[in-house]
C-alpha cells in the first residue's frame, strides 16, 4: 500500500515528510549586514562554501547564493554572492596562476591570438578583465606575488611571443644610423 502525504497540520510520525520550516525572504541590505558580519568576525567575505550564516538561524551562504542567482525569497535573481560582495564592497576573490593560465589558453582557442590587457573580458569570469589580472600580478594582489605582468607569465609558462615582423621600432631605426 502507497505511503499517503498527511494533511496539513496531521501529526507527524505517519510516515509522511515532516513539513519544511518556511522559508523567511531575503534582502540585499539583510545579506550585506550578515556578509559585513562574517568579514568582521573571519576577517574574510563569507563564500558559498562559507557554511551556516551565525546571524540567521537555518541560513547558509549557498542558499542565499541559491536565491540570489535563480530568485525568489524576495529576490529578484541574475546575481551571485560573489557579484554582490564584488559591486557593493568591492571584494575580488583570489587568483593562482594555474587558472589565469587555463583562462588565457581557452582566450588563444577562441581568437587564435594570446590575451593582452587590451583583451577586455575574461569569458569565463564575469566582471574580470585582462587589464585587472595584469594589475593584479604587477602589484602582488589578490593573493599573487607580484612583480610580474600577464604578458611576462605568458611569456615565461607558454614560451615567448613570435617576433613581430613589420616596420622597424623606432630604436631598431636609431641603430641603422649609427656610425660605428
Known amino acids: 500500500m502507497a505511503k499517503r502525504r498527511s494533511e496539513p497540520g496531521s501529526p507527524p510520525g505517519d510516515g509522511s515528510k515532516q513539513r519544511r520550516l518556511h522559508k523567511l525572504p531575503l534582502n540585499v541590505p539583510q545579506i550585506l549586514a550578515w556578509a559585513d558580519a562574517h568579514h568582521g568576525r573571519t576577517g574574510k ?3 558559498i562554501m562559507s ?3 551565525s546571524e540567521a538561524t537555518h541560513e547558509n551562504w549557498e542558499k542565499i547564493d541559491t536565491a540570489l542567482r535563480n530568485g525568489g525569497r524576495g529576490l529578484s535573481g541574475g546575481l551571485s554572492l560573489r557579484k554582490l560582495l564584488a559591486e ?4 575580488r576573490p583570489h587568483l593562482a596562476i594555474e587558472q589565469i ?29 585582462w587589464q585587472k589580472i595584469d594589475k593584479a600580478l604587477r602589484q602582488g594582489l589578490r ?12 611569456d615565461e609558462q607558454r614560451g615567448p611571443r613570435p617576433k613581430a615582423v613589420g616596420r622597424p621600432t623606432a630604436a631598431q631605426r636609431a641603430l641603422q644610423f649609427q656610425v660605428p
Open 45 to 47: 567575505w563569507p563564500k
Open 51 to 53: 557554511g551556516p550564516v
Open 101 to 129: 593560465l587555463a583562462w588565457a589558453d581557452a582566450h588563444r582557442a577562441r581568437k587564435g591570438k594570446r590575451p593582452s590587457v587590451c583583451s577586455g573580458a575574461v569569458l569565463e569570469v564575469p566582471g574580470e578583465t
Open 143 to 154: 593573493g599573487l606575488p607580484g612583480g610580474s605582468s600577464l604578458a611576462k607569465l605568458l
Open 88 to 91: 557593493q564592497r568591492g571584494f
